[in-house]
């Protein structure tokens, strides 16, 4: 069974401040890996998608990379804002996707 | 309406109750999936549905009750349900089930008290 967590649970950086937050899987034989944003009491928003062959994804300030062979993947966030303030997912499998409990993020104004 | 929409958005029932969650989704997706998110828990799949065939039940007790009468609508019908059901039920879509692109988007979801 995949099993996926996410360090730190909670996070709080001044504004500016780059974030890095953690992912890793127990099981590499994953199709993709997502990334989620989730904000109080809301649904999910995807921020990226890496696929099994790829390496990294970026999106704006948003970069995302993947290891499988060591079973982990990164979401850098550069130059924070006090709007990425939420809950960050990792999401690993296929159309069977194995969530972690999330990341907490509070950037301070 | 774009995207994945969900309702009702807030729910309260009795344990004797029976009541119905409603999924749609406005991207031609082939793929839909009911999820449950409690407290201070990860996401658990519940079911999965593509071409509206089921593909995946995850152990769900009987309670819940899944229906997809066509691609773009997923029904949750829920019946005499435990307070420790209550939880954040969130739907999602995806282009397609057995894609290594299989980006899944979600709706806002239904938070379901039950007393």
Known sequence: KQEVTQIPAALSVPEGEN???????TDSAIYNLQWFRQDPGKG???????QSSQREQTSGRLNASLDKSSGRST????????????????????????FGAGTTVTVRA | ETGVTQTPRHLVMGM????S???????????????????????ELMFVYSLEERVENNSVPSRFSP?????SHLFL????????????????SSQ????SYNEQFFGPGTRLTVL
């Open chain 1, 19 to 25: 974030l890095v937050l953690n992912c890793s899987f």
């Open chain 1, 44 to 50: 999910l928003t995807s921020l990226l998608l890496i």
């Open chain 1, 75 to 98: 979401l850098y966030i550069a130059a924070s804002q006090p709007g990425d303030s939420a809950t960050y997912l990792c999401a690993a499998g296929g159309y069977k996707l194995s």
């Open chain 2, 16 to 19: 004797t109750n029976k009541k």
């Open chain 2, 21 to 43: 969650l409603k999924c749609e989704q406005h991207l031609g997706h082939n793929a839909m999936y009911w999820y449950k998110q409690s407290a201070k828990k990860p996401l």
């Open chain 2, 67 to 71: 229906e997809c009468p066509n691609s």
């Open chain 2, 77 to 92: 019908h829920l019946h005499t349900l435990q307070p420790e059901d209550s939880a954040l039920y969130l739907c999602a």
């Open chain 2, 96 to 99: 397609e089930r057995a894609s």
